[in-house]
């Protein structure tokens, strides 16, 4: 798979910085939508992008969100310093959370996040180290040449 | 229904976006929850809720909601004020709580999310 003339731009998220989240997403939706992609699609990228963000925010130290844009399709690495997730396919299930009641009263914690984050990806995959990090890397499609 | 509509019914203070009470809202959504919100919602419609930090506007920049009524007479915080005016995104608050807000909206005729999905494929 080639990255080559496409655009790539990398934002840091700040954990436990709940006033601020959600900017990069916010960001991210900008380009995405200057750059003239489908609205359908800067929708799918923008919940992706958010939902993670947010996961970042609560559960990290630090995260490293990386935006890559190919002719064919949109690429999100979004790799974090934090708790990281011990049992991952419990985390997949729609309503479990480990969210406390800061993060609920901010809206979030209610065991969507990733699986909002799957049904909006093409490609979606995880992988996480407990007491390390956890790492998402997305992909959505701009075409049909963008199938792997 | 028109926002102006909505405002009226709701008696429903403009915190901001004056100068767009004459969209057309033709659906609306309900919840405190952002991340069902980030799950179910459409472009255009209308979010009642009661969190009134800046996450529910920036999930409501998210999906394209096309205004956000505040219940129980919330009002945003700075920082959501602030994005939603740079983002275009009306707010309104009610003190009516959420379930009035919504029996009333739906009893004169704002269908909910679903239900406009269902037409379209009629």
Redesign the interface.
Known sequence: MSEKNGLFQKFEIAGGDFSRAGSVSTKIKEILKEIGIEPSVVRRAAIVAYEAEMNVVMYARKGEFSLYLTPHFIRMNIKDEGSGIPDIDLAMQEGYSTATDEMREMGFGAGMGLPNIKKNADKFEISSEVGKGTALDVIIRLNQAGKE | MKLRDIQKLLQAEVICGEDRLDTEIDSAGAS?????V??FGK?GLLLI?G?S????V??A????ARAIVYVRGKKPDK?GAE?ARKKGIPILSTRFMMYRTCGLLYSHGLPGIIETEEKKQR
Not at chain 2, 32 to 36: P, Q, R, V, Y
Not at chain 2, 61 to 64: C, S
């Open positions: 405190d929850l952002m991340s069902d980030l799950a472009p809720t969190l930090n800046a996450q529910s920036r999930t920049d998210i999906i394209e920082e994005l």
